[in-house]
Every structure is written in C-alpha cells, then in structure tokens.
C-alpha cells in the first residue's frame, strides 16, 4: 500500500528518493541537547551525517557548543555558511592539506586531532599561514582499535611535541570508547591527565564521541564535550544499539517495487547505490515500514532483492515504500540532496552540500 505522501514523493520526486521529517529533525536535535545538558558535557555533534549548513545552525541554535567534521571539505562548506567552532576529528597529512587548513583558520576557530609525529610535525604550517596559533588534541585509542595511540605514555609523548611546535597549542584528548569500554577510558583519561599535568599542561578539551555511546553520556569523568553524528537521523543501527526508536528514524529511502517475478520475492528500485553494503552487522540492508518481516537480502547495483518468505503482507508492483536505512551517513553521502516534509507536506529540497567535496 502506497501512503499518500509516498505517492505525491514518486510524482514529484521519483524514486528511490530520500526523505527527512522535519518534526522528527527537530525532536532528535531538542532530545540530545536536552542529554547533553543534563550531564553537563557540551554537544559537539559531528556533521559527517547531514553534510548541510542549515541543519548544523539548527543544532548550535539549539544550545551545541559547536561542530565536527570529518573532513577538510566537509570544514570548507561549514565555514562558508559562517560555523565557528569547528573540529575535525582526523589525522591531515600533506601541504596541499596544510594550505587549506591554515585558509580555513582565517576563517573561522579550529581545533585538529593527531596520533603521530608525523601528522603534528606538518601542522605548524597551517598555523603559520593563519597567522594564529592552532589548537590540537591528542587523539586515543580506548578500545574500538581504529585511529588513537594506544597507551598513555604515547599521549603524553605527542602533547609535549604539540606543546612545544611553534604555533600549536595543546587542547586535549579526543577519545572514541566502545559501548562497553569505558571503565579502560577512564583509567587510560586518568593516566594520560596526570601524565600531562606533570609536564605543566591541561586538557581543556576532552571529547567523547559516538551516537551508540548516548547511554554513556557523562560517565567519563573529566570530559567536556560529546560528539553525536547519526542522532540527527537515526538509522537502524542506533534502533539495534538501544539509543533511537523506529518513531526517531527522520530520514527514509522511498522506493518502488518494480518486480514481483514468484510469490516470496520482489525487486525494489533501491539497489547498492542507494542503500549500501555497508550492513553494519544486521540482517538485511534496511527495514521496510509497511512490511517489517520483509528482508533486503541482497542488492545489484539498482536492484534491492526482496525476500517474502516470512512476511505476513506483501507489497505489490507499484507500491512506493518507505525504507529505514541500516547506516544512515553512507545513504546521505550518496544523495545530492533530500526532500524535507513536515507531517503530510513537502517542503522542498535540501543538498547535501558538503557530499564529496575535495576543496
């Protein structure tokens, strides 16, 4: 069955199409800050999820202390839309890099993460053509085994070097915990702390991050801030983590079954480019509103395969469907733009204006 919304989508839109309900936009920006003050830790949520100007001045109009980015010109865009605080929460290497971080400075206040020599040795430049000095935090492996030194004498070690480079000026610790692996982030937080501390310096900044950790917000003693990315949208992945109803989902995929060729299979329009591989340790690539027991089982790069057998209803060919995707921030960056609605109404489009961006 088709809703109307979904239809007056495919007539206006085609599909598959992305779609964002303001309401619920609103809602889960109102939810987290509402957390974040609760527990006394600033919100600092990161915009790799949205990639749009507009919704990173909802969140900082709705009390964020400011915003993270992933990447450079994820930054860029941000900082021409006239955001002001800005981390980015990844090691940059190279000139090329280090001219358009120190562009970036003139513009607006950066703060950069590092876990090696390397990357803060090249730093230094990028301050140099600010004309100001630039903040960097230490980032710290607490766990979840990506990017982060993994032992806090190598922290102590790289918030010296910050300290004495000339231009930079040691901020703090940025840390990413595992849901589980808080009580090892706070003794590596305390070791880290103590260590710096010897040496005449302070964490003014120490920031935690991760949609899935909303059940953590504010255990670790001494963070300052939190860095949420998906909660904007929500996806169901944060439904599996326990951290987002169906009802906080504000962003779904519109998709039209094309093919119904037996009775316990179909064809959705929404393939690989549209949804992603990216499974995200669930079974399926999404579910299905209208038909919740209906599986994704497996996608062409235009073509969602559709397995019926445990679906008590069934779609028809030329049902438009509405599909919660199972991570929301690849689905984004791979859309030009989204349609905004509000209750029954389309509101327009919105572009993912940072999808992509190089320089």
């Known amino acids: 069955m088709t809703t109307p919304l979904a239809a007056k989508i495919a007539r206006e839109y085609g599909t598959p199409c992305a779609v964002i309900d303001m309401d619920k936009v609103e ?24 990639k749009n100007p507009m919704l990173a001045k909802m969140q900082v109009a709705a009390g964020a202390k400011g915003i993270t980015c992933q990447k ?7 900082a021409e839309a006239g955001l002001d605080d800005i981390l980015i929460s990844y090691n940059l290497l190279g000139e090329q890099k280090m001219a358009r971080l120190g562009a970036l400075q003139k513009k607006a206040d950066m703060t950069v993460a590092a876990d090696n020599p390397v990357v803060i040795s090249g730093l230094p430049q990028a301050a140099e053509i600010s004309g ?18 993994e032992t806090p004498t190598e922290a102590v070690a790289l918030a010296r070097q910050i300290a004495t480079s000339k231009g930079l000026t040691f901020a703090g610790f940025m840390l990413y915990p595992t849901e589980t692996g808080w009580v090892d982030a706070q003794k590596f937080f305390d070791q880290a702390l103590a260590g710096v501390r010897e040496h005449g310096l302070d964490a003014s900044i120490v920031s935690t991050g991760g949609t899935p950790n909303l059940k953590n917000l504010g255990s670790l003693k001494g963070a300052t801030e939190h860095r949420f990315g998906t909660y904007i949208y929500n996806d169901r992945m944060q439904v599996a983590a326990g951290v987002a109803t169906w009802d906080d989902c504000a962003l779904n995929i519109y998709s039209t079954v094309v093919s119904r060729a037996a009775p316990e299979r179909g064809i959705l329009d929404a393939g690989s480019k549209t949804l992603t591989t990216d499974a995200g340790g669930l079974d399926g690539f999404g579910l299905i509103l209208e038909h919740p027991q209906a599986k994704i089982a497996r996608f062409a790069e235009e073509h969602g395969f559709l397995d019926l057998s445990r679906s008590n209803t069934r779609p028809n060919v030329g049902d438009v469907v509405r599909i919660v995707p199972n991570h929301v921030c690849v689905v984004v960056n791979m859309m030009d733009e989204v349609v905004m609605v509000r209750g029954e109404e389309i509101l327009g489009t919105l572009p993912v204006a940072a999808r992509g961006k190089l320089r």
Not at 72 to 78: F, I, K, N, R
Not at 132 to 149: F, Q, Y
């Open 27 to 50: 809602r889960n920006i109102a939810r987290i800050q509402a957390a974040c003050d609760a527990a006394g830790v600033a919100n600092r949520p990161h915009i790799k999820t949205h």
């Open 72 to 78: 450079l010109g994820e930054a860029e865009v941000m």
């Open 132 to 149: 100001r000095p630039l903040s960097v935090v230490v980032e710290c492996d607490t766990g979840r085994k990506r990017a982060g030194v």
